[in-house]
């Protein structure tokens, strides 16, 4: 068994790679519900959609969210009445929301419900929410010290604010998702995946259970930076990291992990980095990461799997 803890597009490419050079019933996705949020009524998770429509081969690979082939008519529509359209629904994704929102009104979990989803588009990759409790990630502004939800720093300001504090509202009480701890426990390995640590993996690492769990299996666990040659590929991982008083390189994303992780995964542009690596008694790999086909993201995933002890 293989178990991935997954923010959104990294994580998406990642276990795409993974699904073609291993059975994909044998995966296992932990996913990031951190950033999930309910806009126009509707319980919205864009992690475990991201993920599921990727692996469906039906994602938008221009924007890295929503669907390809997607309309706008319902959010045109809001614009004329006056609503608030600044996070943009397609109309075929809002299907996804309306139906996942229903389900839980009927006393589903989302564990439940995900799988519906995800089964309903073809994905045979087990995708487990993290938590089924609320847990919201929560960004401070350095101007004004204002707190606001994930979804406004990166949408509604494109993440083009400074940050000076990031929390996770919810996360002392929040346990486990079904099946989280024992998709830990049984994998082989445990791959973190290329995704923002700060606001991706760490509402993952928030929930203790799931942190404790991790720690336990420590020799096990394998971490893909996301930072290459000092810089995110997409995202803000970078200038997070930098703001948050973390060092925007391999060594810093090392560092980070330090407490989880045996081994990271570093890009071949940060081949000369592998020492310092090794120096914070951490294992370093070098490959290449930068998963621009699905045949480099195979190879990623064949390498990975090559670190099962």
């Not at 795409?16 to 059975?23: R, S, T």
């Not at 082989?188 to 606001?199: G, K, L, Q, R």
């Not at 390189?249 to 995964?265: C, D, F, N, P, R």
């Amino acid at each position: 068994m293989i178990c991935v803890l997954a923010g959104g597009v990294g994580a998406a490419r990642l276990l795409n790679g993974l699904k073609d050079v291993a059975p994909p019933e044998e995966i296992t996705a932990i996913v990031n519900t951190g950033d999930d949020a309910i806009m126009h009524g509707l319980y919205i998770c864009p992690d475990i959609d991201t993920v599921t429509y990727t692996l469906a081969g039906v994602n938008n690979i221009e924007t890295g969210w929503g669907l390809k082939g997607e309309t706008w008519l319902a959010m045109e529509s809001l614009k004329k009445l006056g609503g608030k359209t600044w996070f943009n629904l397609g109309d075929r994704d809002l299907a996804t929301h309306m139906y996942r929102t229903d389900r839980l009104s009927e006393g589903a979990g989302l564990k439940e419900v995900t799988a519906e989803i995800s089964s309903a588009m073809g994905v045979s990759v087990n995708l487990l929410p993290m938590t089924e409790d609320r847990v919201e990630t929560k960004v401070t502004l350095l101007e004004g010290n204002d707190e606001i939800s994930f979804q406004e720093y990166f949408v509604k300001h494109r993440h083009d604010v400074s940050v000076s504090a990031v929390r996770f509202n919810g996360s002392k009480e929040a346990k486990a998702g079904p099946g989280v701890i024992n998709a830990i426990s049984e994998a082989e390995i445990v791959i973190i995946a290329p995704s923002n640590p700060i606001v991706s993996i760490a509402p993952i690492f928030s929930v203790s259970e799931i942190s404790d769990a991790i720690k336990a299996r420590k020799k096990d666990v394998v971490a893909v930076s996301p930072i290459i040659a000092g810089a995110a590929l997409k995202g803000p991982a970078d200038r997070l990291l930098n703001e948050l008083g973390h060092e925007a390189s391999v060594k810093g994303v090392a560092k980070y992990y330090q407490e989880w992780i045996s081994t990271l995964v570093i890009d071949t542009a940060d081949f000369n980095t592998a020492k310092d690596i090794e120096s914070l008694g951490i294992d370093c790999l070098v490959t290449e990461t930068v998963m621009t086909d699905s045949q480099i993201a195979a190879s990623l995933g064949s390498t990975l799997l090559g670190l099962k002890k």
